[in-house]
C-alpha cells in the first residue's frame, strides 16, 4: 500500500500502524495502517474526498463494542467520529447529538434533564452512529422506538433520513447494508419524567448487567440473534457449551451468549468457536443461530 498520511493529515489528525485490538471492547484484531480523527464535517468531507480519489479501503468504528477484527493486519483507513463529533442539544422533549457520542453519557444527560426514553441504553458501550447502525436495544427496547431523525452523509451531500427510510429491524437497519453512508447525528424524541424515576430504572438495569453479565472480561456483548421461538443463550445452554474454551476466547459460564477473551484469545479462536456452536444448534434443535457481532476485515 502507498503511503498516504500526509494526504489524510491535510483533513484529520492521524495515527498509524494501530491494533484494532485497542479499539475494540473484545480486545482482538490486527493493526490498522490509519486511524483518522476528522474535526468537523469539512474536515470528514475532505477525508472522504482523499480515500475516494485514491481508492483507499476504509471503515467507520465507534466504539467497537460490536466488531470481530480479523488477525491480519487492516491496509486501510479507520475513522472514528468519538473524538470530535460527541455535542448534543436538548430541545423540549428532543436531544439531537452527533454520532460520536457516547450513548451512555448521551442517556445519563438526558436523565439528568428529566427525559425518559433512553434508559435502556444506559449499558450499551456504544457511539450514537453504532447504535443507530446496529437498531441497538436491551431490555425488549431499542433505538427505532425513539428515533425521530437521522443525519445521513451519502453521495456527497448530507440529508436527513425518516425512521422509515432508515429501514430499521431487529438488531439491522438500512446503513448495514449501505457502509459508504456515514452517519452524523441522531434526533431522538424522548418523554418528559421524574429525574429520580428514571435514574431508579438506570441504577436498577446497571445492577441486574452487573449481575448477569461477564462485565470482568473483554467480550462484543451478546454474540447471536434471538431466534423468533427460543432465546440464543437456551440453545446454547441446551447444547451443553457453558464454559466451552477454544484458546483464549471462552463460552462465558455467567452468561453463555457471551464469548469472552480470558486472554490471548484470536479472532480465529472466537470464530471457530461462534461456528461450532452455530453447527451443534442446528444438528440438536434445527435452528438457524447469526451471529449479531459483525465480522471486520475477513477474507
Not at 451512555?104 to 434508559?119: F, P, T
Not at 418528559?192 to 462484543?220: G, K, T, W
Not at 447471536?224 to 457453558?242: Q, S
Request: one cysteine or more.
Amino acid at each position: 500500500m502507498n503511503d498516504y498520511r500526509e494526504l489524510l493529515e491535510r483533513y484529520a489528525q492521524v495515527d498509524e500502524n494501530v491494533p484494532l485490538a485497542h479499539m475494540t471492547t473484545l480486545r482482538i484484531g490486527g493493526n490498522a495502517r490509519y486511524v483518522a480523527y476528522p474535526e468537523n464535517f469539512l474536515s470528514l468531507e475532505g477525508l472522504m474526498r482523499v480515500i475516494a480519489e485514491n481508492g483507499i479501503p476504509y471503515k467507520m468504528i465507534g466504539k467497537g463494542s460490536n466488531l470481530l477484527c480479523a488477525d491480519r493486519p487492516f491496509e486501510g483507513v479507520v475513522i472514528r467520529l468519538d473524538r470530535h463529533f460527541t455535542d448534543c442539544y436538548f430541545d423540549g422533549e428532543y436531544v439531537t447529538a452527533e454520532a460520536g457520542a457516547s450513548i451512555i453519557a448521551l442517556a445519563y444527560e438526558a436523565m439528568k434533564n428529566g427525559l425518559s426514553g433512553l434508559e435502556f441504553a444506559s449499558g450499551i458501550p456504544g457511539t450514537v452512529g453504532g447504535v443507530i447502525f446496529m437498531n441497538a436495544g436491551a431490555y425488549k427496547s431499542s433505538v427505532a422506538d425513539i428515533v425521530d431523525s437521522v443525519s445521513v452523509y451519502r453521495d456527497g451531500k448530507i440529508e436527513w433520513l425518516s425512521p422509515e427510510e432508515c429501514a430499521f429491524a431487529y438488531r439491522t437497519s438500512i446503513f448495514q447494508q449501505h457502509p459508504e453512508w456515514i452517519v452524523l447525528a441522531a434526533r431522538f424524541r424522548l418523554a418528559h419524567e421524574d429525574q429520580n424515576a428514571i435514574r431508579s430504572l438506570m441504577d436498577s438495569r446497571r445492577e441486574r448487567r452487573m449481575a448477569s453479565q461477564p462485565l470482568d472480561f473483554p467480550s462484543a456483548g451478546s454474540v447471536f440473534r434471538n431466534p423468533m421461538d427460543t432465546p440464543a443463550w437456551k440453545l446454547i445452554e441446551g447444547i451443553g457449551y457453558r464454559g466451552r474454551q477454544i484458546g483464549g476466547a471462552k463460552v462465558s459460564e455467567k452468561h453463555v451468549n457471551f464469548i469472552v477473551n480470558v486472554g490471548g484469545a484470536t479472532a480465529a479462536d472466537f470464530a471457530t468457536l461462534a461456528d461450532e456452536i452455530i453447527e451443534k444448534v442446528r444438528e440438536t434443535y434445527g435452528v438457524d443461530l447469526h451471529m449479531e457481532v459483525e465480522k471486520f476485515n475477513w477474507q
